[in-house]
């Protein structure tokens, strides 16, 4: 089980930006072999995917996040990143990060963002 530790939630006004982080507790050659997403929930809401990164670095975004919101890996550092920009107040969610390889599915703790004027 991979251990992801989330930091950077917050709150913003609708219009500005935040920028979350999620280390691994993987080897730099491990962190490599894996995928790296970021999924949203609210309360009583399914998880859903909001971004994802591949160990080639391809990437996918949900369609409401599109044009808005960027995800990138340092692989130096084992570290996942989503740059979130013009947040709107239905990005309120508790925002999860997720590390994939095969089978293997390991999620961190949470970390609450709130876009609210």
């Known amino acids: 089980q991979v251990q992801l530790m989330e930091s950077g939630g917050g709150s913003v006004q609708p219009g500005g930006s935040l920028r979350l982080s999620c280390a691994a507790s993987?080897?730099?050659?491990?962190?490599?072999?894996?995928?790296m997403g970021w999924y949203r929930q609210a309360t009583g809401k399914q998880r859903e995917l909001v971004a994802v990164?591949?160990?080639?670095?391809?990437?996918d975004y949900a369609d409401s996040v599109k044009g808005r919101f960027t995800i990138s890996r340092d692989n130096a550092k084992r570290t996942v990143y989503l740059q979130m920009n013009s947040l709107k107040p239905e990005d309120t969610d508790i925002y999860y990060c997720?590390?994939?390889?095969?089978?293997?599915?390991?999620w961190g703790q949470g970390a609450q963002v709130t876009v609210s004027s």
């Open positions: 993987l080897s730099i050659f491990s962190f490599r072999l894996y995928a």
């Open positions: 997720n590390a994939q390889r095969g089978d293997s599915t390991s």
């Open positions: 990164i591949s160990p080639v670095n391809s990437t």
